[in-house]
């Protein structure tokens, strides 16, 4: 079956909200109610209000050219890559100055043939390329020099890999017919082989899926089953009507429930954990929907349950850098629990932000001294301690 990525196509993205008759928002102590058919008032955020934004143009010389597609951020490094010239460049955090431009693309024992991820070890100055293709994860130094890889378990394949800790891996393994993937679960894997150390399964009736399959095409739209959430991690299986926080001590904790039942749907609703703060639980709710003639679909509402006033809301961000309320959305990858999104900022775009006068504070700066052949600058939304 062929399967068209809406990651990549983004325009199978629709942004227009789905509408309901109700309003509906609980909370019992740290558990709340969210009801993915209800409509609710639209709420303004800027987005330095609870998180601190970190700037950096990346260098651009001969050898340091790149789309400034961001894959890892470390304590002293930035990691990005190109989108398929297999180019991998590591980038001084503080200074945003070039350090090393690694290519280990190819066929050959100690190459990927694609990149669909990149994990950034900084306790063990290591890299993890997880190769999506063939189904395995490679380990190279910062240096690019190569230490080893392993394969993918049974016959899943790895999305929204994270650091553990430091001597493992946390991701989320599916498949690729439906039957198979109502075996689909969150693994704990060492770093050193691949072995399954643990596996944490969400419990569910029968199998959901937010794919839609229509002759010999899958259309998957854009979704994490996985987020740092503090110091915990917040996991969903798109068939249950529960979202959990995985605990250290290895526990399954439910912070949030769905309504109605996904089991109830004629057409599903699914509902996406996203950034979690202190005060706000991020989600987006997604419908399952689309239209073969135009390949749009998957209408989706931005959810906000404030914590602190209790109330659900849709909700709006903007980014205070822009003077012309630039709105921002936090359907990025998830990066850590140090940054919870980040975003490349393409230098042209800047460039003609900064001559009408759309830009202050420090993006301001930064975009006084960018051309348009610059590299992009890396936005990094971190939280606030």
Known sequence: MKRLNVSLV???????????????????????????????????LVLQDFMDVENVPLETNDEFITQGIPEAIGKKVIIVRNMRDGNIFIYDRATGKGIKKINRFGQGAEE??????IILDDDNNEMFVSDYPARKILVYDLAGNYKRSFKYADTGYYSDIFNYDREHLICYTKYSTPEENAQARHL?????DGSVVHEIRIPSKEYKTPAISKDDMMVVPQFHMMFPNQDS???????????????????LQPIIIRTPSINSMETEVFLFPSVMTDRYY???????????????????????????????????????????KKAISFLFKPVNFEVAICQSLQAPDLVEAYEKG???????????????????????????K
């Open 112 to 117: 990927y043939s694609s990149i669909n991820s």
């Open 282 to 324: 991020f989600m987006r709710a997604m419908k399952k929907e689309l239209d073969w003639k135009t390949f749009k679909g998957f209408p989706a509402t931005d959810l906000l349950y404030d914590k602190q006033e209790k109330t659900l809301s849709q909700f709006v961000m903007y980014n205070d850098d822009f003077s012309n």
């Open 188 to 192: 704990i894997i060492s770093k050193q």
């Open 233 to 251: 991690w917040t996991l969903m299986n798109t068939s249950s009507d529960t979202l959990y926080n995985y605990l250290a001590d290895g526990t």
């Open 10 to 44: 983004m325009i199978l993205l629709s942004m227009a909200g789905f509408t309901g008759c109700q309003q509906s928002g609980s909370q019992h102590d740290d558990l709340i109610t969210v009801d993915v058919s209800a409509s609710y008032p639209e709420k303004e």
């Open 358 to 384: 759309e830009l202050k504070g420090k993006l301001k700066e930064v975009a006084a001294g960018l051309d348009e052949e610059a590299n992009p600058v890396i936005m990094l939304a971190k939280y606030k």
